[in-house]
């Protein structure tokens, strides 16, 4: 591992220790004894470049993340908005208001008047009607915030129901694989999938939604909003790990070699180069239930200490887990089952860039599927989870499918909501995201 | 002529971007234009729309059971029960979850009093009425005090679940006394014509139900909802005993093979429209068809004559719906897909002109969707309307 110099010396794992943890990247940057870790942070992130922005970027503090689906049946529809969209959002992330729209789709002519009052005579002649109001310029007179906007390619742009629509079949990457069915998924079909997706990332969470509304707006007519869910990271002043909604300690570090465990190489097709896999799963936490289990239960689910962070036994956040520790009787310090353990990379052989943000989603009807069985109104928050490999059959699956077994905290959490997208290289100035893969066909 | 075209002209260069409102001045302004035209020319009017443009909201159609989409809109003759001379009625066709085919409620506005009450609720399935309860644009108040109002109902919102329907005879406090059906009340939907004798009356019914499936049912070739040609006109002959609800005397289908066809946002569309003109001949707005047709001895045919003769189509009708003859001999129709209302001279075979009278700019083309049932004023100087958008009714004077 190669230390960085800015980090305590000491090998850091964390929740999902292999992955890098919840705050994988920006706060990789805010150690601990850092006075404010966001006067660090620029303004605006950068739009162009070998790769999109929002996987390494540090972490804003809210997300807004939907998936479309196309319903062109025309490829240079879909072509033209993705160079639309790709113009919108390096237009908005760096601050600038969205362009004045052309070209939109306008309402019929209403045959004589801009805007008629009733009592006026109609007349059948053409005239333009007013355009609609287009930009919600909800991010009016708020900073750039950060934002940056990720767009992912899922496997219905390349094949929909048995049916090549853009003539890509040939072309879906044999990563963007359709992810397996797991132990306990609670998955609801509205909430699961899309052809395209877009994370948009701010320090304010009406920044984040600007942008997906506004894309949302140019894609009329050509793909339609398929489902979306916010998220927010709560990070403390001092720059100290953020808390999850099951108050442990979530994220510290990146994979010792990040940039080998994000991005996609010469293995993939021209368009994915320096791009990487994006899976995303809501993950809804049982919270009542954990609130009614003692800490201790919590923290040898877990694997750490729930206020400091440390491994069981040990005193540091960021030392080393230990794995093999073993108490007087032969038995593991962090129990066979607990979390931190089926996720460590000496486990599983797997590691992903983890970017998740817990969501909030109120209060609703549930029936929970453990003993004691509990049905009620029961908060339906938990974790956006969300990560990046560059191959998702070696990252997320490989870790999971086994945790999705043993796991002890499976028994507060189920995945209500799944995706895979392939989220292709960046762009330069005049090009648009994924446009090698339009070309080369 | 001048006149209206000079006022036309004004309203053409100025930019209005602010909404419904009219500045008081540049009203004066107009109107001292029309005026001063008028005196130098005497032109008379080309029609009767040019004549009416205010437009004054009377009253929510909503009754405290929470019925929504007014349809029917007829002025009652009498005063009778609960009614007196000159009421609107208005009829609502959705529940209060809006579902359409599951309303049941009849308002009831005082133009006097200024005061709404309502007229009648309906029980949701009352006996013999197939399928229940939803109230159309099918509706009108005899003489004798009788009002006849067509159910067209279903159990969710849409064609899928629809039952027959039937004709409902309330007396004049809101009391059902009898329910028509027949194999040729099917789906009762336009607004209704009559011709109302005191102790007889021929009454005029669009029916357009028949084999109707439900709206995910589509034409394999247009990907829309399958059209049929099955939709009709049922003129009942009725007499009505001193004292007694009317009786079906005869009843003969005297207009049929009208398009008609389920649709998953406003229910059905078939004919909805009926006028009958002082000779006889019967006017029908035919959505499908975007025209105005005239079926001939209306009132004395005894057989079909399929869709009539052609008087109009396509220019300024946009899907007409209720139809209601003009003192000055003309028809006036409302539109469907846009907030106009159009006039048009049958003599002459041929449309005046149309009018905005619902421009809400929440849909698009503006008022596509918010215009339903019609009915003229006593006096012949304006007319009434319903609002869909705003679940109101509204006097065009």
């Given at each position: 591992m190669k230390p960085r110099s800015d980090r305590p010396l000491a090998s850091r794992r964390g929740l999902f220790a292999a992955a890098g943890g919840l705050m994988a990247t920006g706060f990789a940057a805010a150690a601990p004894d850092r006075a404010s870790a966001s006067n660090a942070l620029p303004a605006t992130e950068p739009f162009w470049g070998a790769h999109q922005g929002g996987i390494i970027t540090p972490m804003q503090s809210h997300t807004y993340f939907a998936a479309f689906d196309l319903t062109t049946e025309r490829r240079q529809a879909v072509i033209d908005l993705l160079r639309t969209w790709t113009n919108a959002?390096?237009?908005?992330?760096?601050?600038?208001?969205?362009?004045?729209?052309?070209?939109?789709?306008?309402?019929?002519?209403?045959?004589?008047?801009v805007a008629p009052a009733p009592g006026d005579m109609a007349t059948p002649a053409d005239f333009t009607p007013p355009p609609p109001a287009m930009d919600s310029e909800i991010a009016e007179g708020l900073p750039p915030s950060r934002l940056t906007v990720t767009f992912g390619f899922g496997a219905g742009l390349f094949q929909k129901n048995g049916r090549d629509r853009y003539g890509l079949a040939a072309h879906r990457p044999a990563a963007l694989i359709d992810l397996p069915s797991f132990n306990g998924d609670q998955l609801v079909a509205e909430t699961c999938g899309g052809d395209l997706s877009v994370q948009a990332c701010a320090d304010d969470p009406q920044v984040a939604f600007h942008a997906v509304r506004h894309l949302a707006n140019l894609a009329y007519g050509t793909a339609?909003?398929?489902?979306?869910?916010?998220?927010?990271?709560?990070?403390?002043?001092?720059?100290?790990?953020?808390?999850?909604?099951?108050?442990?300690?979530?994220?510290?570090?990146?994979?010792?070699?990040?940039?080998?465990?994000?991005?996609?190489?010469?293995?993939?097709?021209?368009?994915?180069?320096?791009?990487?896999?994006?899976?995303?799963?809501?993950?809804?936490?049982?919270?009542?239930?954990?609130?009614r289990t003692a800490v201790s239960f919590q923290e040898r689910t877990m694997g750490r200490q729930k206020h400091s962070g440390a491994p069981i036994g040990l005193k540091g956040e960021f030392e080393p887990l230990g794995l093999d520790r073993t108490d007087g009787d032969g038995n593991k310090v962090i129990a066979e089952a607990a979390h931190v353990r089926l996720a460590n990379v000496?486990?599983?052989?797997?590691?992903?860039?983890?970017?998740?943000?817990?969501?909030?989603?109120?209060?609703?009807?549930?029936?929970?599927?453990?003993?004691?069985?509990?049905?009620?109104?029961?908060?339906?928050?938990?974790?956006?989870?969300?990560?990046?490999?560059?191959?998702p059959r070696t990252g997320f699956v490989?870790?999971?499918?086994?945790?999705?077994?043993?796991?002890?905290?499976?028994?507060?959490?189920?995945?209500?909501?799944?995706?895979?997208?392939?989220?292709p290289g960046g762009v330069r100035e005049g090009e648009f995201i994924g446009q090698s893969l339009f070309a080369g066909v | 002529m001048t006149g209206a075209n000079n006022r036309q002209q004004a309203r053409n260069t100025r930019r209005r971007d602010h909404g419904p409102a009219r500045p008081a001045r540049l009203t004066a302004l107009l109107t001292s234009m029309l005026v001063t035209a008028g005196a130098a020319q005497a032109?008379?009017?080309?029609?009767?729309?040019?004549?009416?443009?205010?437009?004054?909201?009377?009253?929510?159609?909503?009754?405290?059971?929470?019925?929504?989409?007014?349809?029917?809109?007829?002025?009652?003759?009498?005063?009778?029960?609960?009614?007196?001379?000159?009421?609107?009625?208005?009829?609502?066709?959705?529940?209060?979850?809006?579902?359409?085919?599951?309303?049941?409620?009849?308002?009831?506005?005082?133009?006097?009093?200024?005061?709404?009450?309502?007229?009648a609720k309906l029980p949701r399935h009352p006996a013999y009425c197939p399928g229940g309860v939803g109230l159309t644009t099918a509706m009108t108040m005899l003489k004798s005090g009788w009002v006849i109002v067509?159910?067209?109902?279903?159990?969710?919102?849409?064609?899928?679940?629809?039952?027959?329907?039937?004709?409902?005879?309330?007396?004049?406090?809101?009391?059902?006394?009898?329910?028509?059906?027949?194999?040729?009340?099917?789906?009762?939907?336009?607004?209704?014509?009559v011709l109302d004798q005191g102790t007889s009356a021929t009454l005029f019914v669009s029916m357009a139900g028949f084999n109707l499936p439900g709206p995910d049912v589509r034409d394999p070739a247009t990907g829309e909802p399958k059209l049929l040609h099955k939709a009709t006109v049922l003129r009942l002959d009725l007499t009505i005993p001193q004292g007694q609800p009317p009786a079906i005397r005869s009843r003969t289908v005297i207009a049929s093979?009208?398009?008609?066809?389920?649709?998953?946002?406003?229910?059905?569309?078939g004919p909805t429209g009926l006028a009958l003109a002082p000779d006889g001949t019967l006017y029908v707005s035919d959505a499908i068809g975007n025209r105005i047709v005239a079926i001939p001895q209306a009132t004395t045919r005894t057989d079909s004559a399929g869709t009539g003769r052609e008087v109009t189509a396509n220019g300024l009708l946009q899907r007409p719906l209720a139809l209601v003859l003009l003192p000055n001999g003309h028809l006036l129709t409302c539109n469907a897909l846009n907030g106009q209302a159009v006039e048009i001279d049958p003599a002459e075979n041929r449309q005046i002109y149309a009018q905005w009278i619902n421009t809400n700019q929440a849909q698009s083309p503006p008022g596509s969707g918010d215009l339903f049932g019609l009915a003229l004023r006593p006096d012949g100087k304006g007319f009434y309307y319903v609002a869909d958008d705003m679940n109101t009714v509204v006097e065009a004077r």
């Open positions: 959002a390096a237009r908005l992330t760096s601050g600038r208001k969205p362009a004045p729209l052309a070209g939109q789709p306008t309402p019929q002519p209403l045959g004589g008047m339609e909003l398929r489902w979306a869910q916010t998220g927010y990271c709560a990070r403390p002043a001092d720059g100290s790990t953020p808390r999850n909604l099951m108050g442990f300690k979530d994220g510290t570090q990146t994979p010792a070699d990040r940039d080998k465990v994000v991005w996609v190489g010469p293995e993939g097709p021209d368009w994915m180069q320096g791009g990487s896999y994006l899976v995303v799963r809501r993950i809804r936490m049982a919270l009542e239930h954990w609130d000496a486990t599983t052989g797997a590691e992903i860039l983890r970017r998740g943000y817990s969501y909030n989603d109120g209060v609703n009807f549930t029936a929970e599927r453990w003993p004691p069985w509990r049905q009620g109104m029961e908060y339906d928050a938990g974790l956006l989870f969300i990560c990046y490999q560059a191959d490989r870790m999971f499918e086994p945790m999705a077994k043993l796991d002890m905290l499976n028994q507060f959490t189920t995945h209500t909501g799944s995706a895979l997208f392939a989220c | 032109t008379e009017p080309r029609g009767f729309l040019e004549t009416v443009h205010r437009h004054v909201t009377l009253t929510s159609t909503v009754p405290d059971n929470g019925d929504q989409n007014p349809y029917a809109v007829v002025v009652a003759p009498v005063s009778s029960g609960k009614i007196r001379q000159g009421d609107v009625l208005i009829d609502n066709f959705n529940n209060l979850g809006n579902l359409q085919g599951l309303g049941t409620t009849i308002v009831a506005y005082d133009p006097a009093s200024k005061r709404t009450s309502l007229f067509g159910s067209t109902p279903s159990q969710d919102g849409t064609t899928r679940t629809r039952g027959d329907g039937c004709l409902l005879v309330l007396d004049a406090n809101g009391q059902l006394v009898a329910t028509w059906t027949g194999p040729d009340i099917n789906g009762p939907w336009g607004n209704m014509a093979g009208f398009g008609h066809r389920a649709d998953q946002d406003v229910f059905l569309i």
